[in-house]
């Protein structure tokens, strides 16, 4: 079946503009999450959102980023005002149940370059 | 909080070798470990993971992991590597009750023929 699949595969951007990147989980699947790739700081987790519960947005690294969920399905990363520090490969994942039993799949990413 | 410590950053090895990359974790609580892999151009895709029980785990194309809570690490072996092992490798853990991973620096593994 179908993977996580993320839009835009590749965004480059000019430093202070906007941002939307999409996550489309697995059909089914009730918890996603963002985490971002970058080469000063690896992998680190940004955001989890799990069914109707509030999200767990203790990952996100300042207010200038924001996510939310529609549906219980589709997810929007949005990034205000950007800075050439966000340029990383920003990944979803999407997880049946409640991790760690059920894996987490992860989709190809969203390369960002701020320049 | 919890950290990942990867010691090795890139591991050359030659064809058809052993292999083993290097984890330890640092946690005051029990955790759940996990060794990711990442392809050139590709996305995360988990090889193995430790919950309970048996502290050797088993995973895809050939990989293993011995958990050692005295030692806090989670190495991952391999017996015989193959030039289509090479890749990035991430040790992570998840806290038990948490949601999230917390993922090492990554391994970079170079098989030469």
């Known amino acids: 079946g179908a993977g996580v699949s993320q839009s835009p595969s590749n965004k480059v951007t000019e430093k202070g503009k906007d941002v939307e990147l999409r996550c489309d989980p697995i059909?089914?699947?009730?918890?996603l999450y963002w985490y971002r790739q970058s080469l000063g700081q690896g992998l680190e987790f940004l955001i989890y959102?799990?069914?109707?519960?509030?999200?767990?947005k203790s990952g996100l690294p300042s207010d200038r980023f924001s996510a939310e969920r529609t549906g219980g399905s589709v997810s929007t990363l949005t990034i205000q005002r950007t800075q050439q520090e966000d340029s990383a490969v920003y990944l979803c994942?999407?997880?049946?149940?409640?991790?760690?039993?059920?894996?987490?799949?992860f989709g190809p990413g969203t390369r960002l370059t701020v320049l | 909080a919890q950290s990942v410590t990867q010691l090795d950053s890139q591991v050359p090895v030659f064809e058809e070798a052993p292999v083993e990359l290097r984890c330890n974790y640092s946690?005051?609580?029990?955790?759940?470990l996990f060794w990711y892999v990442q392809y050139p151009n590709q996305g995360l895709q988990l090889l193995l993971k430790?919950?309970?029980?048996?502290?050797l785990v088993k995973g895809i194309n050939g990989f293993e992991a011995e958990f050692n809570k005295s030692q806090t690490s989670f190495h991952l072996r391999k017996p015989s590597v193959h030039i289509s092992d090479t890749a990035e490798y991430f040790c992570?853990?998840?806290?038990?009750?948490?949601?999230?991973?917390?993922f090492g620096q990554g391994t970079r593994l170079t098989i030469n023929p």
């Open positions: 059909s089914g699947h009730t918890a």
């Open positions: 992570a853990v998840a806290l038990s009750g948490a949601q999230k991973l917390v």
């Open positions: 994942a999407s997880s049946p149940r409640r991790f760690p039993h059920y894996e987490q799949f």
């Open positions: 959102f799990q069914g109707n519960s509030a999200p767990d």
């Open positions: 430790y919950l309970s029980g048996s502290t």
């Open positions: 946690s005051s609580v029990s955790v759940y």
